[in-house]
C-alpha cells in the first residue's frame, strides 16, 4: 500500500504546477479582457465559457458510455460496421 501511494504521489507532484497555471489562466483572461475591451465583453466571453462547457459535459457523457459500449461489442462479427456507423453519427 506504502509503494503505490509513493507511485501515485511521484505521478501526482508534477501535475499540481499544471493545474496552477490553468487556474491562473482562467482567472486573468476575463480580467484582461474587462480591462481591454469593457465588462460587456467579459459577460460574452462568460457566457460563452459557460456554453462550452455545457456542451463539455455532454460529450463527456457521450464518451464515457461510447467507452463502455465499444468494450462490450468489440468482439461481435459486426462491430465494424458498428464503430463506422457510431464514428459517422459523430
Known sequence: MRKQL???WKYSIPLIPNQLS???INCSDRTIIS???G???NGVYA???KLSSIVIIFFNIFNLTWAESASVHIKDDNS???FTKV???I
Open 6 to 8: 509513493e507511485e501515485l
Open 22 to 24: 490553468w487556474w491562473i
Open 35 to 37: 480591462s481591454l475591451l
Open 39 to 41: 465588462i460587456a465583453a
Open 47 to 49: 457566457f460563452v465559457n
Open 80 to 82: 465494424s460496421e458498428y
Open 87 to 89: 464514428f459517422n453519427l
